[in-house]
């Protein structure tokens, strides 16, 4: 048995937290996190990567500490709360012994790496347990505030993640600990850099949650929708396929379930991959579309995240946001449509598309979450939380904005189209992370 990895700390004072918070957060971009070369990286660019790294977390974590403090106090006391406070607290001590020095040798590297994986171990469970703190301290604080906070924490969170998986992701595939990966014989010929796959194509991921979300309905119902793919199925793009894979299995499973329940399921769910001409300023034809697609009356839904630092209370600009900017050149991206005979959405479910579900459960149902007493959530539920954070997520109505988050995080976003009586277009744009050499 391998002995256990002794992890380093050093105190955690409220002027450390103060001052970590005070500094403005990095404009990251993906370009950023991509920037130490294709692996297998060599050692120097290895030792870069951590020191990149490490210089940016912190403060992103400062300002999680200082956002969570901000809540009323009562909501902090509540145990769930504070146990992700604590959690934060927990990573930035892991941190801070590196924080005055660089990172100069192999050796460093590998302990600085385990503090990435307590990272993200420590946080894998963050958003369930939140809203488990946030049910139990209701009465506290309202749903508005929740949902505010929330929209925030899941964006930063999402960040702070990806930031620690592409150093692990990277240290794995490097020429130095090349022997530890399941990967390193075929490393020379990978399209990925870290987590971000250069050469994703999005036909593929769909088939395959398309499989899995089929095979949950066939055992909760008896029976699964087919899927037509159309457009260009040969498209790829560089993305994150965890993040892709995430929402399209919620997408589909909204699809899949609606068209079943509503009895049309020999009806096919048509998806269709556009990808942006090369030559076109896709970001704004992005906006533009979802502009559009949201000013039919009573049949667009679209979210736009506002980049809110509660810290301090200010708009952030995008570049000092937590989210990580697309890369700066051109990078065109792509459009999913998913079309269902699933009925559409009713009038009056159909301005909560985008609210946390837990934020309007009932007494009972709040009573049955807090306390596991309820009969567990289903499988198709169970399926959408698992990449999210583990089965206790499911239920908790978390599918749809964490979706939304993802897909706005690169610059990208969902819009949905109801014909209520008929079925539902939904539209997932994606934005290139840009072409990488």
């Known amino acids: 048995m391998a002995a256990p990895i002794s992890i ?15 500094e403005p957060l990095h404009a990251l971009t993906l370009a950023d996190l991509c920037s130490h070369g294709r692996p297998p990286l060599s050692t120097e660019q290895l030792l ?16 999680r500490i200082q ?18 406070h604590n959690n934060y607290v927990h990573s930035l001590s892991t941190l801070l012994p590196y924080a005055e020095r660089h990172i100069e040798t192999l050796q460093d590297e590998i302990k600085f790496t385990e503090v990435m994986a307590d990272l993200v171990e420590t946080h894998s469970n963050t958003i369930a347990i939140l809203a488990r703190g946030f049910l139990e301290a209701r009465k506290y604080i309202s749903a508005e505030q929740i949902t505010r906070f929330l929209d925030e924490h899941l964006r930063a969170r999402i960040g702070t993640r990806l930031i620690a998986e592409q150093h692990i992701a990277l240290h794995f595939s490097s020429k130095a600990h090349a022997e530890f990966s399941d990967h390193h014989e075929t490393s020379e010929q990978s399209s990925y850099i870290g987590v971000i796959d250069t050469a994703l194509k999005p036909a593929e991921i769909i088939r395959r949650c398309e499989a899995t979300v ?23 793009i560089a993305h994150i396929p965890m993040h892709l894979e995430y929402i399209l299995t919620e997408l589909l499973k909204n699809s899949f379930r609606a068209t079943i329940e509503a009895g049309m399921e020999k009806e096919p769910i048509d998806i269709t991959i556009a990808p942006a001409p090369e030559n076109e300023d896709w970001r704004a034809e992005q906006k533009r579309a979802m502009e559009n697609s949201s000013s039919v009356a009573n049949t667009g839904v679209k979210h736009t995240s506002s980049l809110i630092d509660t810290t301090s209370g200010t708009l952030l600009p995008s570049s000092g946001s937590a989210n990580i900017q697309p890369l700066d050149c051109s990078s065109p991206g792509v459009t999913i ?53 583990g089965s206790s997520l499911a239920g908790l109505g978390y599918g749809l904005p964490l979706g939304r988050a993802y897909a706005e995080y690169f610059g990208g976003g969902i819009a949905v189209q109801s014909l209520f009586g008929w079925g539902t277009d939904v539209y997932l744009s994606l934005r290139g992370v840009g072409k990488i050499s």
């Not at 956002?67 to 992700?84: D, G, K």
């Not at 089929?214 to 790829?236: A, F, H, M, Q, W």
């Open 8 to 22: 380093q700390t050093a105190t955690v004072t409220d002027g450390a937290i103060q001052q970590l918070a005070s």
């Open 48 to 63: 870069k990567s951590a020191n990149f790294t490490l210089s940016i977390l912190p403060s992103r974590l400062a300002h």
């Open 67 to 84: 956002s969570l403090r901000a809540l009323p106090y009562i909501v902090v006391a509540n145990p769930n709360v504070s146990q992700i």
């Open 214 to 236: 089929g095979e949950i309905c066939e055992l909760k119902y008896g029976v699964r929708p087919t899927v037509v793919l159309s457009g260009d199925p040969e498209t790829t």
């Open 337 to 389: 449509r998913i079309r269902d005979r699933g009925g559409g959405i009713s009038p009056e479910n159909h301005t909560k598309l985008w609210e946390y579900g837990f934020t309007t459960f009932n007494e009972d149902e709040i009573n049955d979450k807090t306390s596991g007493s309820d009969a567990g959530p289903s499988a198709l539920d169970m399926l959408s939380a698992g990449a999210a954070g």
